[in-house]
């Protein structure tokens, strides 16, 4: 038998939200269920309800910074228990069998994964995300949160977390290692927290120096205001990573020339337009010029505990459920410090 739970609904591309009651699934075996207290607005939300990344599927619940607590499990579930405090990301399923999935990068599942909102599970069908005050979830794709992190702090880590998380350690990220952060967002402000955790000499790029104090805050050693043309020139041949956390085109080229021999530029944010690169940028110094999506359950389990052993959580507005639609905007502007967060019982429906 299914459950119903209230939910903030988008029935179309850029439609407001309307709380009402959604669906879940009957409890499976391996399933655990999930009181959802707090669900963070990731900027990939807003792409997905506006159908900036392509045709959607409506009605939508996006969100997939999701922070609850048990509250039922299955006949075989072993590794949560009721009470415990638990996250659940961007995915809510994968094949389990393929070379990725036993790896431990569900995200790159050769069936596709199953995303936690705006996708179709293997029977067809649409997922339905964290905004709401419950989900069902496959045991493999739930988090245990370690005590220490707050829920509201901890949900952002889901997502904005591990997506900042996997490729600063992909990319050896550790004492002595320089690190660029570009733009101090969302991500940005994640990717500053873990990569001086990490014990990286931080530098943040933003377009003005709006943001400067916060940047030394959270971690960083040194800010640069973009909008002065040569602020990266001093700069060259620097950092050993430069990640780009910005969803925008910017001029890749000035960023790589900041980047050392054997160093690496990489993206996780995406822009719905194409970076144009010059070759001899990367051919040259040997430079690499690369993307990362996310991570997998077993990277996003190992995340939670390194923010925990070093007193990380994401810096959070968290908001009542009337305020989503207008947050929307904010989150485009920039004006936000730096996640907003849903307390998902102010959903009256």
């Known amino acids: ?34 009181a959802i207290s707090h669900a963070g607005i990731c900027h990939s939300d807003i792409h997905q309800v506006r159908e900036e990344w392509g045709t959607a599927i409506f009605p939508m619940v996006p969100g997939h910074e999701i922070a609850g607590v048990v509250t039922a499990v299955g006949d075989t579930v072993t590794q949560v228990k009721v009470g415990d ?8 399923d994968s094949c389990g069998e393929c070379e990725m999935c036993k790896d431990g990068f569900e995200q790159h599942c050769e069936r596709g994964a199953v995303m936690t909102y705006n996708g179709r599970g293997y029977d067809g069908e649409p997922t339905l995300g964290g905004y709401s005050q419950s989900v069902v979830v496959s045991e493999r794709f739930v988090c245990p949160i370690p005590e220490g992190i707050g829920m509201a702090e901890a949900a952002p880590l889901l997502c904005a977390g591990v997506t900042t998380y996997s490729p600063l350690k992909r990319w050896g990220v550790g004492p002595g290692t320089k ?9 940005g402000h994640m990717g500053v927290k873990f990569a001086a955790a990490m014990g990286a000499e931080v530098t943040v790029f933003s377009r003005t120096s709006a943001k400067a104090t916060d940047a030394l805050a959270l971690g960083a050693v040194e800010h640069v205001a973009t909008s002065d043309p040569q602020a990266l020139r001093p700069l060259r041949n620097r950092f050993d990573v430069v990640l780009n956390t910005v969803s925008a085109d910017l001029d890749m080229n000035a960023y790589l020339r900041t980047v050392k021999p054997r160093g690496v530029l990489v993206n996780v944010g995406l822009p719905t337009g194409d970076y144009a690169l010059k070759p001899g940028l990367l051919v040259g110094n040997s430079r690499v010029f690369a993307g990362s999506n996310i991570g997998g359950i077993p990277e996003t389990r190992e995340m939670l505990e390194f923010a925990a052993r070093h007193g990380i959580g994401a810096t959070v507005e968290v908001i009542d459920a009337a305020d989503v639609t207008a947050a929307y905007d904010k ?18 429906a």
């Not at 405090?85 to 809510?92: E, F, N, Y």
């Not at 690190?179 to 991500?187: D, H, K, R, S, Y």
């Open 331 to 348: 989150v485009v502007a920039g004006d936000v410090r730096y996640r907003y967060v849903i307390d998902v019982s102010t959903i009256r």
């Open 1 to 34: 038998m299914t459950t119903t739970t209230p939910a903030l609904v988008a029935d179309g591309p850029g439609a407001p939200f309307i709380a009402r009651q959604v669906e879940r699934r009957t409890l499976g075996a391996d399933d655990v269920s999930i």
């Open 179 to 187: 690190v660029g952060v570009v733009g101090l967002g969302g991500l």
């Open 85 to 92: 405090r638990v996250g659940v990301g961007c995915m809510v």
